[in-house]
């Protein structure tokens, strides 16, 4: 175990590539540079508000115990063997090409080894202004910290690929935000995040160079992404390869999204991590009520692109906007390129309907079965239930059903609204079908069930949740926040039924409920 001030940092990525070491943080573009050296700008004061002991005795770090440590975590300190360093990438926003973005309020300040060689970018998110802030202030609100705390962590133990918390620190000073866009700014506290990951890379930072022409940087980029994270991948057509894995990381990204209802909010190119992980926590959501239409960002209105049926579609998009960043690698083979990319489709797929097998607790799927599970969505669409609760009881559901009435009664407490006639019978017609198929499994109703518990969560972090947590904790009561944290380590368990319920009516339309801004 070691400390965070006193540990030996690598510096491998600005050792390996071309980056601005001035130091200055002014605005600027920053042509032939993949980073810029941008120092955390220090808080007024620092205090530890929470600490991933799982995730610190997993990397070998000692519990932040005294200042200098927390100063570690807040920015305040930059210890001697870190370089810290803001990240040069660009992106499509919203569909439409956005030219530099780059880390705007993220510092990476080192990487940290583990002793078992594996090594971890540590990056703080909101430690103030770097060179790619632009009109912006580089810091976070609590709120939003918060939720990127909090969600990270929670995607982890839901078995999701993603990038890691671990700690939260408030900052001691207010940051001012105008939550909606709507000219009424208002101070809040202002907090930092340092976050982990193998890797913060994006796809943006692959566009990036692909804009500006940089070939051999691109190339230089690859090859080291290739090396360092994907060591496997060899020989002469090691780019393409190493696409086709991206392709399938991204595919089985979304089926988890899809599977646990998560939806992200802001899929721009800039937010989709090289390493298949979900990455960049801001206007996210989890479905409440299915509904394969509903996005969680209000600046996601009224197109929607973001919402939460269309993600695996978006997903697609985005890679092929990695696909033409890389074009000038595989020039002479464009149509091998096109076709990996084109694979999304069968591994999406493939998995999509694996995984919605599990769901439903089946022993295989069938051509047939991909029909229940058409069937299963189509009805779920209709009458919206709660998609957690839903899924919930149809384990419990009995084998066998006399009638519409008694079907309905059973998933009444996943019911936003009293269910017409109509869908009454569509779901009474709908899990007829479904008994049919569970009475020909070949394995026992206990292995179904327990197949169906381990693929369901039971408990996941509803925005209001997070919403009363973060009032609560704002005033300085942390009892929610502490009950949060360790709810999210055993999601698919019953130990936390206090939180089994439908989002509350109150919470329907309330913002920070049910839509968020960007604005964090
Ligand atoms: P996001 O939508 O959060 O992924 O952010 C898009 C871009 O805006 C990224 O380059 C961010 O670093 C930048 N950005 C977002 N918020 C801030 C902020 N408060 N200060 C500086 N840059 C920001
Ligand atoms: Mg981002």
């Given at each position: 175990?070691?400390?965070?001030?006193?540990?030996?940092?690598?510096?491998?990525?600005?050792?390996?590539?071309?980056?601005?070491?001035?130091?200055?943080?002014?605005?600027?573009?920053?042509?032939?540079?993949?980073?810029?050296?941008?120092?955390?700008?220090?808080?007024?004061?620092?205090?530890?508000?929470?600490?991933?002991?799982?995730?610190?005795?997993?990397?070998?770090?000692?519990?932040?115990?005294?200042?200098?440590?927390?100063?570690?975590?807040?920015?305040?300190?930059?210890?001697?063997?870190?370089?810290?360093?803001?990240?040069?990438?660009?992106?499509?926003?919203?569909?439409?090409?956005?030219?530099?973005?780059?880390?705007?309020?993220?510092?990476?300040?080192?990487?940290?080894?583990?002793?078992?060689?594996?090594?971890?970018?540590?990056?703080?998110?909101?430690?103030?202004?770097?060179?790619?802030?632009?009109?912006?202030?580089?810091?976070?609100?609590?709120?939003?910290?918060?939720?990127?705390?909090?969600?990270?962590?929670?995607?982890?133990?839901?078995?999701?690929?993603?990038?890691?918390?671990?700690?939260?620190?408030?900052?001691?000073?207010?940051?001012?935000?105008?939550?909606?866009?709507?000219?009424?700014?208002?101070?809040?506290?202002?907090?930092?995040?340092?976050?982990?990951?193998?890797?913060?890379?994006?796809?943006?930072?692959?566009?990036?160079?692909?804009?500006?022409?940089?070939?051999?940087?691109?190339?230089?980029?690859?090859?080291?992404?290739?090396?360092?994270?994907?060591?496997?991948?060899?020989?002469?057509?090691?780019?393409?390869?190493?696409?086709?894995?991206?392709?399938?990381?991204?595919?089985?990204?979304?089926?988890?999204?899809?599977?646990?209802?998560?939806?992200?909010?802001?899929?721009?190119?800039?937010?989709?991590?090289?390493?298949?992980?979900?990455?960049?926590?801001?206007?996210?959501?989890?479905?409440?009520?299915?509904?394969?239409?509903?996005?969680?960002?209000?600046?996601?209105?009224?197109?929607?692109?973001?919402?939460?049926?269309?993600?695996?579609?978006?997903?697609?998009?985005?890679?092929?906007?990695?696909?033409?960043?890389?074009?000038?690698?595989?020039?002479?083979?464009?149509?091998?390129?096109?076709?990996?990319?084109?694979?999304?489709?069968?591994?999406?797929?493939?998995?999509?309907?694996?995984?919605?097998?599990?769901?439903?607790g089946l022993d295989q799927v069938t051509e047939q079965d991909i029909e229940l599970i058409k069937h299963v969505e189509k009805t779920l669409a209709a009458i919206k239930p709660d998609m957690t609760i839903f899924y919930q009881l149809l384990i419990e559901l009995p084998l066998q059903v006399e009638d519409t009435q008694e079907v309905v009664k059973h998933f009444e407490q996943s019911f936003y609204q009293e269910l017409t006639e109509e869908e009454s019978n569509s779901l009474f017609i709908l899990i007829k079908a479904y008994l049919q198929r569970l009475n020909r499994n070949t394995i026992k109703r206990k292995d179904s069930q327990d197949l169906?518990?381990?693929?369901?969560?039971?408990?996941?972090?509803?925005?209001?949740?997070?919403?009363?947590?973060?009032?609560?904790?704002?005033?300085?009561?942390?009892?929610?926040?502490?009950?949060?944290?360790?709810?999210?380590?055993?999601?698919?368990?019953?130990?936390?039924?206090?939180?089994?319920?439908?989002?509350?009516?109150?919470?329907?339309?309330?913002?920070?409920?049910?839509?968020?801004?960007?604005?964090?």
């Open positions: 175990m070691q400390r965070l001030s006193s540990k030996e940092f690598k510096n491998e990525f600005v050792s390996a590539f071309d980056g601005d070491d001035s130091g200055i943080l002014t605005p600027r573009q920053t042509p032939g540079q993949l980073y810029c050296k941008a120092k955390p700008t220090p808080v007024a004061q620092p205090a530890l508000l929470a600490w991933s002991e799982d995730l610190a005795k997993d990397l070998g770090i000692l519990y932040p115990a005294d200042q200098q440590d927390i100063d570690v975590l807040g920015g305040n300190y930059v210890s001697e063997s870190m370089y810290p360093y803001a990240a040069c990438y660009a992106g499509h926003q919203f569909g439409n090409w956005a030219g530099q973005l780059g880390d705007g309020r993220a510092i990476t300040l080192g990487e940290w080894e583990v002793t078992d060689g594996k090594v971890y970018e540590f990056q703080l998110k909101g430690a103030g202004l770097t060179p790619y802030s632009r009109r912006a202030d580089g810091r976070a609100v609590l709120r939003s910290s918060v939720r990127e705390y909090l969600m990270s962590e929670a995607m982890h133990y839901l078995g999701i690929p993603t990038t890691r918390a671990l700690s939260l620190v408030s900052t001691g000073e207010p940051v001012l935000r105008d939550m909606f866009y709507n000219g009424n700014a208002a101070y809040e506290p202002g907090a930092v995040v340092l976050r982990v990951a193998p890797s913060f890379l994006r796809f943006g930072n692959f566009e990036i160079l692909n804009s500006r022409k940089e070939t051999n940087n691109l190339r230089k980029l690859t090859e080291w992404t290739i090396t360092r994270y994907y060591p496997h991948i060899k020989g002469e057509n090691k780019v393409l390869l190493w696409f086709k894995e991206v392709v399938d990381r991204t595919a089985k990204l979304m089926v988890e999204w899809m599977r646990v209802g998560f939806v992200h909010g802001v899929m721009n190119t800039d937010n989709m991590s090289i390493l298949g992980l979900t990455i960049d926590y801001g206007p996210y959501s989890f479905v409440d009520d299915y509904n394969p239409d509903f996005t969680p960002n209000t600046t996601d209105l009224p197109g929607k692109r973001y919402a939460f049926g269309k993600q695996p579609s978006i997903a697609f998009w985005n890679l092929g906007c990695l696909a033409g960043a890389i074009l000038p690698l595989v020039n002479e083979q464009k149509d091998e390129l096109v076709a990996v990319l084109e694979s999304f489709k069968t591994t999406y797929w493939q998995n999509y309907y694996a995984m919605m097998g599990k769901k439903l169906m518990r381990a693929t369901n969560p039971r408990f996941i972090l509803r925005n209001y949740l997070l919403h009363q947590a973060i009032e609560q904790l704002e005033k300085g009561d942390e009892k929610l926040f502490n009950e949060l944290q360790s709810a999210i380590r055993s999601p698919y368990s019953n130990k936390f039924d206090m939180f089994f319920a439908k989002r509350p009516e109150w919470a329907s339309e309330k913002a920070g409920c049910s839509m968020l801004s960007c604005s964090s």
